[in-house]
């Protein structure tokens, strides 16, 4: 089976940094994303990660470590329109074209 | 350009009516995925097609049953609809597999609501 974790929502101040976790247990993970979704709007791809480490990309940032089981995402500078969803999803098993998500980290954003 | 449409964005219907979704990707990717959103916005995987070959097919009642005459399109057919379909089901696209990082492209959605 596949169980992803992460925090239902979470409130942070414009400007200042924020760490979304994730814990995921998967067998044969072989990936992990993240996904942005503003409310009413269709998901939209943030970030990938399959080796250790941290991955940047601008304000946003995505960590990965296989052995714990744990990403987190960290987003820099917060802005009002970083105010969405943010979900993380696990990919397993050899040439899988499956995703499995977390129930997704509601972020406010506030002045 | 709309990489992955679908038609229509809001239906509102009677229970055990029978009704279809369309998707379309303009994007040539191989593969195609059907998701459903519940009201606590749990995203889930129904289904997904590869080249027009089914290669996923999640625990769904057999009322939903998904169609791809090509590989740029895969439509979503749903029978008997129940109270419990209510969701926003997104449609995906992506080039080949998830482990190698490619990355679904989400259409905007089709808010499903039955009475």
């Known amino acids: 089976g596949q169980n992803i974790d992460q925090p239902t929502e979470m409130t942070a101040t414009e400007g200042a940094i924020v760490q979304i976790n994730c814990t995921y247990q998967?067998?044969?993970?072989?990936?992990l994303f993240w996904y942005q979704q503003h409310a009413g709007e269709a998901p939209t791809f943030l970030s990938y990660n399959v080796l250790d480490g941290l991955e940047e990309k601008g304000r946003f940032s995505s960590f990965l470590s296989r052995s714990k089981g744990y990403s987190y995402l960290l987003l820099k500078e917060l802005q009002m329109k970083d105010s969405a969803s943010y979900l993380c999803?696990?990919?397993?098993?050899?040439?899988?074209?499956?995703?499995?998500f977390g129930k997704g980290t509601k972020l406010s954003v506030i002045p | 350009d709309t990489a992955v449409s679908q038609t229509p964005k809001y239906l509102v219907t009677q229970m055990g009516n029978d009704k279809s979704i369309k998707c379309e990707q303009n994007l040539g990717h191989d593969t195609m995925y059907w998701y459903k959103q519940d009201s606590k916005k749990f995203l889930k995987i129904m289904f997904s097609y590869n080249n027009k070959e089914l290669i996923i097919n999640e625990t769904v009642p057999n009322r939903f049953s998904p169609k791809s005459p090509d590989k740029a399109h895969l439509n979503l057919h749903i029978n008997s609809l129940e109270l419990g379909d209510s969701a926003v089901y997104f449609c995906?696209?992506?080039?080949?597999?998830?482990?190698?990082?490619?990355?679904?492209?989400f259409g905007p959605g089709t808010r499903l609501t039955v009475l």
């Open positions: 995906a696209s992506s080039q080949g597999a998830g482990e190698a990082g490619n990355e679904q492209f």
């Open positions: 998967t067998s044969g993970f072989n990936g």
């Open positions: 999803a696990a990919i397993s098993g050899a040439g899988s074209y499956q995703l499995t």
